[in-house]
Nanobody, 115 residues
Framework: QVQLMESGGGAVQAGGSLRLSCQFSGIPLRLNGMRWYRQAQGRKREMVAAITTGGSSDYADFVEGRFTVSRDNAKDMVYLQMHNLRCGDAAVYSC?????????WGQGTQVTVSA
């Protein structure tokens, strides 16, 4: 059974950086594509970034080159490096993947950005 656990969230000032981590367990990470989502208070969940099993990545338009998603299959870890954070980036960030025909989500990690 796939399980995901995020870490690395915190409070930063606008313009700052954070690196989020997602620990993947249950099966080898190399078998799965991964996504990062975020949900701000009062708003719908939105996809932030995706990375395929081959390492190809895709980003939401709002990322504008500020974030980088990566994976380390040897460590079963997925990362989201975020630079130049804006107040609008404040949200709970979650990693997600598809397993056994359904989505699996981590518990999320809070990112707070102050002006």
């Amino acid at each position: 059974q796939v399980q995901l656990m995020e870490s690395g969230g915190g409070a930063v000032q606008a313009g700052g950086s954070l690196r989020l981590s997602c620990q993947f367990s249950g099966i080898p990470l190399r078998l799965n594509g991964m996504r990062w989502y975020r949900q701000a208070q009062g708003r719908k969940r939105e996809m932030v970034a995706a990375i395929t099993t081959g390492g190809s990545s895709d980003y939401a338009d709002f990322v504008e080159g500020r974030f980088t998603v990566s994976r380390d299959n040897a460590k079963d870890m997925v990362y989201l490096q975020m630079h130049n954070l804006r107040c609008g980036d404040a949200a709970v960030y979650s990693c997600a993947t598809v397993s056994n025909g359904g989505w699996v989500w981590g518990q999320g990690t809070q990112v707070t950005v102050s002006a």
